[in-house]
């Protein structure tokens, strides 16, 4: 028995001992003259063994033995695999993404990828949830690469993650939370960076909001005030803080045209 699947092992540490943790049905296919069904009834072997997982259809992660008791591989060992298998352009933002700078306490079980369309079908089972999120495009100067054991992997900078913050701000845990993690992100953003960065961003109800964010609940005018100053160079208009279907009254009383529907708070948990 060991002999007849041997020759997917002897595959799997091939791929190992080049720094590998993944890797696909058809790539499987291409290499080795067997029948479908005997290439699967192998796979289906090793994954009683625990030394590979199943992520999506027909591609395949490979459990190495420190991880086998959890069942899963830490996302950034793979991430990079599954994209280019899927063929989608990507990056890891949101909460993920403010993890690798100065919000690590924010990190969550679920990871975001920011793909284009087509949409995605989210990964959701009991050792790994991957929520996709759809952008119509970006700059690849707004995208870092972060070094990892499997390679490189590709993070929003900390200029984008603040306004993906902002827009998705319903998938990163409400406008609460939010708040938190541009508190503590605020330390890695580069204000030149983030001035070229609103010129380029859609929507502008983004930018509004981030800059009333950094201005009025957290006090960051290093950050704000170019925002600002751009802003006076453009047609905005007002805008609810917090969207909503109901209708409200459109007073402002800043220069953000934001209006301000939701109490909100700090880490220290002072109303605002």
Known sequence: MIGQYGYLED??????????????????????????EAIKKALQRLKKK?????????????ITPEYRSKGILPPSLFIPDLMNFLQKDH??????????????????????????????????????????????????NDIVQKKVDAGYINISSPELTALDLVSYFERAGGLNKVVRVLE?????????????????????????????????ILNKRSLSDPIKEYLKTVNYFPVLLKPQKEKSEMITGNDWKVVQNV??????????
């Open 50 to 62: 625990r030394e590979i997982s199943l992520i999506r259809n027909e591609f395949y992660i490979i």
């Open 91 to 140: 990056y890891i933002g949101l909460l993920n993404a403010a993890a690798y700078y100065c919000a690590e306490h924010q990190q969550t079980e679920s990871l975001s990828i920011i793909t284009m369309k087509p949409s995605l079908r989210n990964i959701n089972n009991d050792n790994l949830k991957i929520n996709f999120y759809i952008k119509k495009d970006w700059d690849k």
């Open 184 to 216: 503590e992100l605020s330390v890695s953003i580069d204000a030149d960076k983030m001035l070229d960065l609103v010129k380029r961003y859609s929507p502008i109800t983004t930018v509004q909001r981030l800059g009333f964010l950094l201005e009025e």
């Open 263 to 272: 109490e909100l708070e700090t880490d220290f948990g002072n109303l605002l």
């Open 11 to 36: 595959f799997i540490n091939e791929l190992r001992s080049k720094g590998r943790y993944a890797f696909s049905l058809p790539e499987v296919r291409s290499k080795f003259e067997q029948s479908d």
